[in-house]
Structure formats: structure tokens, C-alpha cells
């Protein structure tokens, strides 16, 4: 399992993607991005910060 805490970019915040693969966590992140903060154009760089954030979690059982 893959997570992806925001407060690791931004700190303050509270949201957090988890999925199976790291794309989806990406893919997550930036449909946070467009939809709770308005971002019209997500640049590459912002989806690099993204990945070097992303960490592996247990999966609960």
C-alpha cells in the first residue's frame, strides 16, 4: 500500500491519498489539487514533490 500524506508538502494539512499503486496515489493527489484547491495546471515539478512524499504502508488484514 502506498500513501501520500499533503502535510509532508503542506504543512497544516490533513489530507491523504492511499492506494495500491503509486500512480493512483498521484492520480488522487492531483484531483485534490484541481478540486479542493482550484489548481488549473499541475506542473510537472509539483508531480515530482508529489512521488519523493509517497511512502509505503502495511496493509491492514
Known sequence: M???DS?????GSTWH????????V????VENLRNMH?????RPDMI???KERIVDVPTKH
Open 17 to 24: 491519498a492511499e492506494a495500491e499503486s503509486e500512480a493512483e
Open 48 to 50: 515530482e514533490r508529489i
Open 38 to 42: 482550484g489548481e488549473t495546471e499541475i
Open 26 to 29: 498521484v492520480r488522487r493527489a
Open 7 to 11: 502535510a509532508s508538502l503542506i504543512p
Open 2 to 4: 502506498k500513501r501520500f
